[in-house]
Each structure stands twice: as structure tokens, then as C-alpha cells.
């Protein structure tokens, strides 16, 4: 049995008698069919139409790519626009698509960006994401006092990256 010339013609149908439905006659429409925005016909998902009771439409009946197979936003997007133009929610400490930390916040400076990139010079790691500067890197980060590119004690920045006073060589004063 072909499976997919079954749905085709199942979807084929389920759209006929919603278009019968709105004639008020329980044909298959004619003269006297409506199709405006406000019947019940006029609202399908996957027609890239945010109507009814839709909170989204992008014009699939895909799961997992912010709008669900039933015109739902999904968990961890938002979605503007008709079609609607989905994408990860930054902020909301879940790690969804291209987003390389979510900490759950769009404060800036704290390692994750308000755009949920990485910020240079911090590791972020979990979900949602728990960010820290990287000791050792050359780039000094946050808490950092230091960061003379290595994690060696007695050299003038210690090896979590802290002034250790008069030890410093005087090429890193």
C-alpha cells in the first residue's frame, strides 16, 4: 500500500469537507462557498496563516523547529510573523539550534551574550549553561586579574589567574 498517496488523498479530503462545511449547504462548495478569515475553514495549519486559534504557522507540519505539527510554539522559541519565522528563545537556559550557551538570562559580560554566543575568553558548559573565564588564554575574562597566557604559579599572574603581587616579572607590570 502506498502510504503517502493515502495521506495526500486523506489531506485532500479533510480539506474539501472544511470547505463544505462553510457553504452552509454540506456540499463541496459552489457559488454559495465562503473562505474568509474568520471561518473555520480559512484556519490549517501548515498553510503559513496565523489564524484561529494558531499561535504560529511557518508553514509546515514539522515538530522540533519552533512551531509543532498543530500550529503550537514550542518550548525554548519564539516565532514572529506570517509565515511565521522561528527560532531559539536566548534567555531561557534551554540549548536549542545554533545557540552556544543559554544561561538563562541576557545580562552581558557574565560569558554568555545576549545573543547566546560564547562569549571570548569564557567556557560555558550545561543546560542552562554555567559560564567561566578560561585561565591560561591571554585573554583576561571577568574575575580575572591577571591572564599572562599560562596557568604557572610565581611567575606574577597565579595559576587561577590572580596578581601575585611583587613576583611578577616586569615584562607583565
Keep these: 500500500m502506498d502510504w503517502a498517496a493515502v495521506v495526500i488523498a486523506a489531506t485532500a479530503l479533510l480539506a474539501c469537507e472544511r470547505e463544505g462545511a462553510s457553504d452552509g449547504d454540506g456540499g463541496g462548495g459552489g457559488s454559495g462557498s465562503s473562505t474568509s478569515g474568520s471561518s473555520a475553514a480559512s484556519t490549517m495549519c501548515g498553510d503559513r ?3 484561529g486559534a494558531e499561535a504560529c504557522d511557518d508553514g509546515n ?3 522540533e523547529d519552533g512551531c509543532n505539527a498543530v ?6 522559541y519564539e516565532c514572529n510573523g506570517e509565515p511565521s519565522a522561528c527560532g531559539p528563545l536566548c534567555g531561557d537556559g534551554l540549548l536549542i539550534g545554533n545557540e552556544g550557551c543559554d544561561d ?6 557574565d560569558g554568555c551574550s545576549p545573543d547566546c554566543d560564547v562569549d571570548h575568553g569564557y567556557q560555558c558548559t550545561g543546560e ?6 578560561i585561565c591560561g588564554d591571554s585573554i583576561e575574562a571577568g574575575p580575572e586579574e591577571c591572564d599572562d597566557g599560562n596557568t604557572t604559579d610565581g611567575d606574577g599572574c597565579s595559576s587561577t589567574c ?3 603581587g611583587d613576583r611578577r616579572p616586569a615584562s607583565h607590570r
Design 49 to 51: 496563516l496565523v489564524r
Design 104 to 109: 538563562g538570562n541576557t545580562v552581558d559580560g
Design 128 to 133: 542552562p549553561s554555567a559560564c567561566a573565564p
Design 162 to 164: 590572580h596578581d601575585e
Design 71 to 76: 500550529c503550537v510554539l514550542e518550548a525554548g
Design 61 to 63: 507540519v514539522r515538530n
